[in-house]
Structures are given as structure tokens and as C-alpha cells.
């Protein structure tokens, strides 16, 4: 059985509710985090093949999150880097299209919209109210090389249902990406029902874990379409052997990881990830989708407009609202004022609160709305 209460000892006066900008970690992170700084001290990288072993948990704790094989999985350092990599890596063509959202975070929009002196367009389908899956495949045209859209719209919180989308592209022969970071520890996620050929997201936000690790996973055939562009001793297929001069790309996904790898933080987001494999997806699922839900009837009933979904099927983390009377930024200034951490974000207050969330802080928050 796993002890919320130790593992998140928040202060009182801390109403947390921003997962989907920066998460607290829990203790067992920290914990982890200061054996290594222990370590390092003590001992130096003495014992570094255990930290080699830590790293390859961390990967098959994140093929585990996301139904992959982990050799498919390379940690890089950000959403954004890992989208770059996929931008920068494939033929563009003039005439290209890349079809995402009209409320992708700007990770998910600049790094297409950089390939304009190449010719490529970027075409922005709306996602809000009903038929949005539809209306992303019906945009999949002549031209159309990749789809690339985040699993839940880091504003408003609109969760796609990412399957038909997928199995379209796959259908039409075009590369599927989905930037996943505001679903990856939050809702179950499966690469492989979604028809994804790639998934990149950040461990901070609903994994718990630090900034500046992320997962980036290419499915084989898609990954084979990625020019590398970055070199160092790490991504070769005999990374270890210094002197051998002769050398070739690697084969699996650590092709994307040219030098050495972010050790501090894969022991954080290693120890935060171990507590999602403790509790189970269904179980995380269940809990957020019934806080998400009691913030929303609460918010709805105080006469709050809401600017998430009304169906429970279309939200994960996320709740978006404004007050008739009152500017997002004033609303906002006033709950920080009271101890909520929350952003603004959508067109309104945006409240993320995760499995883990005391009902009580939920509670504060309202009566200070
Ligand atoms: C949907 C989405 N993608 C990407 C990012 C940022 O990613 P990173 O900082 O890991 O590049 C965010 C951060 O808020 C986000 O909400």
C-alpha cells in the first residue's frame, strides 16, 4: 500500500493544482535524488554500471507507461528538443503538410512552422466541440506527411481520442506524432493502439519527475526515416568502445542520444515512475478523473463558466474556467494570494490537480472563489 500522505507532504498552506505546468515530486524522488548526491560525494561514479542499471529501468518503466519496447525509447532533454528531432530529421519536401491543432502549446507548432523555407505548410484544425477527430482526418490530404498533435490541449484540456486518428494515417501512409505530455501519467496511454509513430513528452508535469528528461519513442520504421543530426560516442552501435574508429549509427532509439546522459535526473524520474508501476494506470486514471470531475460540478455550481469539456471522455487532467464578473488574471492573482498554485492559461483559470490531490485542497480552493 502505497502512503500519499508521505509520499506528498505539501504544506498546509499549498493548494497545488498546477500538474500540468511543473509537479511537485514525491518523497520517494527526493529521496532518490539525494542518495545519488550522497553517492557523488562519497564516492564519486564509482559504482556507475549501477547507475547504468537504473537507466535501463527507467526505460522499461517508460516502454511499460506507453506499451513499447524500451530499446524504442531515447531520453532526451524535452518535449520540444524531441519534436525538433523529428522536424529537423525527416526529407521535407516542397508542398509537404503537417496537419495539428488550433491550440497546440507552442512546442508542438514552432518547430513545424520553422520548416517554411522548405516549403512545408502547417495547416491548424479546430479541435473544440464535437467531430474533432473527423475534422483532423478529413484535413489529411494531398501533400499531408505528418499529423502531430497533443493527446490533451495543454489550455482548455481537450483529451483527443487519438485511435481513429492514428489508424487514418497509418491507412494513408502518413507519419503520426503525438506530443503526450500532458497525458503521460495522468491517463493510460498505448502507442500501439494509437498507431503512433512517435510520442515525446517531459517527465515534469503528470509524471512527477524533474524538468528536463524526456521520453521521445519512434516507432522502427518511422524512426528509419530520421536523419540523425546530432553525433557524439554515446549513439553509435559500439558506444563504450573509445577506440575503435570505425563506427555506425545505433539501432535502436539511443541513436538520439549523442553524448552523456542526464544521470541525475533518470534517477528522479526513475524513482517518481516507480509509484505509477505501484499504484497501476486504472488506479491513477480513476482518481484523477474523480477530482477532475468534483472540480468541475463544484466550479459549475458556483456559476463559473467552463472552458473544458462538459463530457468526462474528453478531459484528463484539466479544468479551465473564468468567472462571469471577474479577468482570469484577476481570479488567478486571487487564488495565488490564497495559497493555490494554478496558471492561466486557455482564455481562463486553469486547475490541474493529480491523483494524489486531497479532496480539502479542491475544497479551499472554492470557497476562496
Ligand atoms: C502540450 C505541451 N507540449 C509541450 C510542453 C513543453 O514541453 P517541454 O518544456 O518539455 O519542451 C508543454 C508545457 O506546458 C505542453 O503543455
Known amino acids: 500500500m502505497v502512503d500519499l500522505k508521505a509520499e506528498f507532504p505539501l504544506r498546509d498552506d499549498v493548494l497545488y493544482l498546477n500538474h500540468a505546468a511543473v509537479a511537485p515530486w514525491p518523497r520517494r524522488t527526493r529521496d532518490a535524488v539525494v542518495a545519488f548526491a550522497d553517492q557523488n560525494i562519497h564516492l564519486g561514479a564509482r559504482d556507475y554500471p549501477q547507475w547504468l542499471a537504473v537507466e535501463a529501468r527507467l526505460r522499461e518503466r517508460l516502454g511499460w507507461l506507453i506499451n513499447a519496447d524500451p530499446a524504442d525509447v531515447a531520453l532526451l532533454k524535452n518535449t520540444s528538443e524531441g519534436l525538433s528531432v523529428i522536424a529537423e530529421g525527416l526529407d521535407w519536401r516542397p508542398g509537404d503538410r503537417v496537419v495539428i491543432s488550433d491550440q497546440e502549446f507552442p512546442s508542438n507548432r514552432i518547430p513545424w512552422q520553422a520548416l517554411a523555407d522548405r516549403g512545408v505548410d502547417v495547416v491548424e484544425v479546430d479541435v473544440s466541440g464535437e467531430g474533432a477527430e473527423q475534422r483532423v482526418i478529413d484535413a489529411i490530404g494531398e501533400g499531408t506527411r505528418l499529423v502531430s498533435l497533443s493527446s490533451v490541449q495543454y489550455g482548455g484540456g481537450i483529451r483527443l481520442d487519438l485511435a481513429p486518428i492514428g489508424r487514418a494515417c497509418r491507412e494513408r501512409g502518413v507519419l503520426f506524432c503525438v506530443d503526450a505530455i500532458q497525458s503521460l501519467g495522468a491517463v493510460a496511454f498505448d502507442a500501439a493502439a494509437c498507431c503512433a509513430d ?17 521520453l521521445f519513442y519512434a516507432r522502427p520504421a518511422a524512426r528509419e526515416q530520421l536523419a540523425v543530426h546530432q553525433y557524439g560516442w554515446h549513439m553509435i552501435e559500439a558506444a563504450g568502445d573509445y577506440t575503435r574508429k570505425d563506427w555506425r549509427v545505433a539501432e535502436g532509439a539511443t541513436r538520439f542520444e549523442c553524448g552523456s546522459p542526464n544521470m541525475l535526473a533518470t534517477h528522479a524520474l526513475d524513482a517518481s515512475l516507480s509509484l505509477f508501476q505501484e499504484l497501476g494506470m486504472d488506479t491513477v486514471e480513476t482518481a484523477l478523473r474523480e477530482r477532475v470531475t468534483w472540480l468541475y460540478d463544484g466550479l459549475a455550481a458556483r456559476g463559473a463558466e467552463l472552458l473544458s469539456p ?40 486553469r486547475l490541474s490537480p493529480h491523483f494524489h490531490t486531497d479532496y ?10
Open 198 to 214: 512517435f510520442v515525446v513528452a517531459d517527465g515534469h508535469k503528470w509524471m512527477l519527475g524533474p524538468e528536463g528528461l524526456a
Open 310 to 349: 462538459a463530457d468526462p471522455a474528453r478531459r484528463a487532467g484539466i479544468v479551465t474556467f473564468r468567472l462571469p464578473d471577474e479577468a482570469p488574471a484577476d481570479t488567478r492573482a486571487r487564488l495565488q494570494a490564497g495559497g493555490v498554485v494554478c496558471a492561466e492559461r486557455g482564455g481562463g483559470v
Open 360 to 369: 480539502s485542497v479542491m475544497e479551499r480552493t472554492l470557497t476562496l472563489l
